[in-house]
C-alpha cells in the first residue's frame, strides 16, 4: 500500500511597516495621521491610510482609505470613550457587495 505525497504549501508571511504621527496633540483636540504597508508573499501590496480627530477625548471620527484590494476602498467612523469604555462603529465600501458597518466595544481597567 503506497500513502499519499503530502502537499506542499508555503507559509503565508505578512511583512508589515506601520507608522503614525500626531499632527496635534492638545487638552481639547488631538489629530494622528497613520499608515500601513502590508506585504504577503503570496499577494500585492496593499496600503492602508488613515486620519483620527478626538475632540476632548470623548468623540472621535475616522476616515481611512485602502489601496491594492478588489473590494474594499474608502473607509469612515465615528467613536465614543465615556469613563473607561469606548465604542467605535466603522462604515465601508465593499464594490458589489456594497457598504459594510462594524461595531466594536472596548472595555479599559
Not at 36 to 44: I, K, M, Q
Not at 75 to 85: C, E, Q, V
Request: proline fraction near 3%; hydrophobic fraction near 40%; charged fraction near 20%.
Amino acid at each position: 500500500m503506497r500513502l499519499p505525497r503530502p502537499i506542499q504549501e508555503a507559509l503565508c508571511i505578512h511583512f508589515r511597516f506601520v507608522v503614525a504621527y500626531n499632527l496635534q496633540d492638545t487638552y481639547l483636540n488631538k489629530v494622528a495621521l497613520s499608515g500601513e504597508v502590508v506585504r504577503p508573499n503570496d499577494e500585492e501590496i496593499k496600503i492602508h491610510l488613515g486620519l483620527e480627530y478626538w475632540y476632548a477625548k470623548l468623540i472621535a471620527f475616522r476616515i481611512g482609505f485602502k489601496n491594492g484590494y478588489t473590494l474594499e476602498s474608502y473607509t469612515a467612523g465615528i467613536g465614543l470613550n465615556i469613563t473607561g469604555y469606548q465604542i467605535d462603529m466603522g462604515f465601508g465600501t465593499m464594490g458589489v457587495l456594497g457598504n459594510v458597518s462594524k461595531l466594536s466595544f472596548t472595555s479599559r481597567f
